[in-house]
């Protein structure tokens, strides 16, 4: 498994990863499931995949090909908008869909991916999109300006109490990195390294990569802190009295 | 779905199970996850069911009917152990399988359950078993004091910070609570009324039963002080500096 979270903020985007992928609990590997794509001053894309590395690397490659292929096709590079990048994306995992699906179903695995896609293109806001296993999806809104993939639920408390898109991206860093120490802490399936990428709205590039494992100072911190504030609030509230 | 916990403490047991039933949104019902064997004295048995409710209710008839039965047979009131008790309730999860399962997957409806059995009989101490579909089960340990059934990911991160079998009953019941509250706010498919059974060592019977709904002022402080607590901790910590 895996965990991602992407936040939309009136400053911007943050994209959080771990790198964890599985086969087995004898097979564990570390994979980055971030990929950016990036023309400085017109565009800037990441994707956030989840689910069998097989098909989440097969769904990029696709992407990669396209983009490197000749100007006129239709591409990540050249999309119109960010709506159009989630069309194209989804196609993408439609046709790796067509190519592997059955073969893995005998094999009795399920064809399963499930992708975020954040960015910003020339003439329009920043949009984050949720891309689902049948290359659909759904676009974030101020009611709802996160998504999560993998494995969402321990950290997900922390993000719904605390994540409203008027907060700094400084805030939205340290509320993905509070959501993935819980994850973390709870579920052997999602590990070290991170990558959190920054996208500043307006900026057209990503604003800031950065590369945390275990002796990153401030996740240090904030694993060690979270906790001890954690039992503190704990400990400060009254017992029961029946 | 469901949350249901059970924790295996030094002072004896606490059990907290939620009320929701649902079949897709529009079907919510309340129906209580908890069943209580008891005779005092001898022996007290608490059953907490999640996954399909007409399953969940067959076992729960099964184990009735066996323990309204001739003394004789083996049921959970005249099992010599809870072990013995955990493997009856086992046998009864099998013989649901045995009537239901072919039907449930004609009708692409799979077959799951999924129980805790905890309590005390005369001559051991408290235990803790949780029981999966297939009938076989595994024991809580002093490293592991704690089983939690259904919606579990959203409420484990407090628990794995805060319990430890050297902790009190009541302090118990506040961090089941607050694992309750962490589910509840984030999956619709959980909700009140709650019930919460303290079993104490040695007194062979449910010491406490409690019930709460919305307006249970123990609760309604934990859920307004606890997110407060959250959002305290959060804006203590320090914001990143790359």
Known sequence: MTYCIGMLLGQGL???????????????NTFRKMT???????RVL?????????????????LNE?????????????????FEAAIRVGEAVREVHQRDADALKE?????????ILAGQIAGEAPRLFQIYSAGNFIEAT????????GESKYGKPIIDRVIKPGI????????????????????????LPLDLVFIRRDAMKVDRHVS???????????????????????????????
Not at 66 to 82: D, H, I, K, V, Y
Request: net charge negative.
């Open 46 to 62: 990441v994707l956030l995949t989840a689910g069998n590395l097989a098909i989440s690397q097969a769904i990029v490659n696709v």
């Open 142 to 149: 101020h009611d709802t300006p996160y998504f999560q993939i």
């Open 212 to 242: 945390i494992d275990a002796d990153h100072p401030y996740f240090a911190m904030i694993r060690c802190r979270w906790s001890e504030a954690l039992r503190g609030a704990f400990h400060d509230l009254p017992n029961p009295e029946w």
């Open 107 to 115: 094999f009795g695995v399920e064809f399963n991916a499930s992708l």
């Open 66 to 82: 396209r983009a490197a292929s000749m100007e006129g096709e239709p591409n990540l590079l050249n999309a119109p908008n960010l």
């Open 36 to 42: 950016v794509w990036e023309k400085p001053g017109d």
């Open 14 to 28: 943050v994209l959080l990863s771990d790198s964890r992928t599985n086969a087995g609990l004898d097979h564990i």
């Open 168 to 191: 700094s991206l400084d805030e939205a860093a340290k509320c993905a990195l509070i959501s993935m120490d819980s994850t973390l802490r709870s579920n052997l399936s999602v590990g």
